[in-house]
């Protein structure tokens, strides 16, 4: 195996995060095993996968990314076997326990999209491999091709890297967002409803952060859209980061906390029921970054609070920063048994974040202190 090509075409893939929460990704790769990312899920496990693109061959110009065209260097590319090769010599050795395959875009998108399926089909197929693989849909496939890779996939994604069209077109000329991509996203979300087996895990998608004109608004309006329209609960988000040798090379990079508040509100948009008119946004429309969304909302609303404990609906509870879904759930659970909570510590023991709910919750009609802002 060529160690150099392995490397080469695994770090390529890192800047994509889709189905792992953005972190910082240098921390997760393993220097000693290229392609392999020690990535964390949604419910907070950590697992290596085998990340890593099929060619780097690429059509596109997508200016922030390091295969973009007019990138003049030797562009290399797996074979489908040596692909098989090296992933099942990771997988039996416990390195990896899946696959996440993506491609550059050497013209054809189902040229680039039939050699990921062949690698999936191959595995499932000859191989009986039933663990994880998630491909990428790349940008332009038809819908026959997309079709087979969610016959063979249990995760596929397609980038939207944008908010807004216009946000796109500061990206690449060379990709329509609403035919090539938004509208493959939305095939993959019918194809889901009409066919359940197929991607059984679904469709995730990723939106670069800082890299063009886009507020913190156009983020969240599309990603609740996602949700809605597409299912999809949570959009990844990536920092833009300058690559040398892009074009954008010297454009900064977005302020550190920026995209950790995007998934913030982003959470109390799409799990939480709060609206996009309920976000606190300055008057460009970003989100203040030293307080979390939330806490920000509930100061704006001093009317709503203190809240009683014993008596809020899950609702309610759900708008009090320090209380989640989890310790929501468990406070209306021990107050169906007959539970009436009369101090901090008892809610403490559920979850509740107490230094953070104190000042908007009371118990037994005794306020726990005051609101001091
Ligand atoms: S399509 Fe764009 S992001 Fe993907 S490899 Fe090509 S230049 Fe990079």
């Known amino acids: ?11 390529a893939s890192q800047y994509d995060l889709c189905n792992y929460v953005s972190l910082n990704q240098e921390n997760f790769t393993s220097p000693n095993l290229p392609g392999i990312y020690h990535a964390r899920t949604q419910s907070g496990c950590q697992v290596p996968l085998f990340k890593v693109l099929m060619s780097n061959h690429c059509t596109s110009d997508c200016n922030y990314c390091i295969n973009h065209c007019h990138n003049r260097f030797d562009r290399i590319e797996f074979s489908p076997e040596e692909l098989i090769s090296v992933f099942l010599h990771y997988y039996q050795n416990h390195f990896a326990e899946g696959l996440f395959l993506s491609s550059g875009l050497p013209g054809d998108a189902d040229v680039a999209m039939e050699n990921m399926v062949e690698v999936a089909r191959k595995l499932r197929l000859e191989y009986e491999y039933q663990g994880y693989i998630h491909l990428k849909v790349i940008p332009g496939a038809s819908y026959d091709m997309i079709k087979r890779a969610m016959n063979l996939a249990d995760r596929v994604s397609v980038n939207l890297e944008s908010a807004t069209s216009s946000g796109f077109q500061e990206l690449t000329t060379t990709k329509d967002y609403h035919n090539d991509v938004l509208r493959r996203m939305k ?61 954008l090379a010297g454009h900064t990079k977005p302020e550190e906390k920026r995209t950790p508040r995007l998934y913030q509100a982003q959470f109390l948009l799409n799990s939480y029921g709060f609206s996009l008119d309920e976000m606190v946004l300055d008057d460009e429309g970003f989100l203040f970054l030293d307080d979390d969304p939330k806490l920000l909302w509930a100061k704006a609303h001093p009317d709503m609070f203190p809240l009683e404990v014993n008596e809020a609906s899950y609702k309610e509870l759900l708008r009090v920063p320090g209380i989640g879904k989890k310790s929501a ?9 007959g539970k009436t909570f009369r101090k901090l510590d008892e809610i403490k023991k559920l979850g509740v974040v107490t230094k953070r709910a104190e000042p908007f919750i009371q118990m037994n009609h005794a306020r726990q202190t005051t609101l001091s802002f």
């Open 1 to 11: 195996m060529d160690i150099d090509k392995l490397r080469i075409l695994g770090e």
């Open 329 to 337: 759930q468990r406070i209306m659970d021990a107050r169906r048994n």
């Open 187 to 247: 095939w993959i979300g019918r194809l889901k409803k009409r066919h359940h087996d197929l991607a059984p895990s679904g469709q995730s998608t990723q939106l670069i952060v800082g890299a063009n004109h886009e507020t913190d608004q156009d983020i969240l309006k599309r990603a609740k859209w996602l949700h809605k329209h597409l299912n999809i609960n949570l959009s990844y988000l990536s920092p833009f980061e300058p690559i040398d040798k892009t074009p």
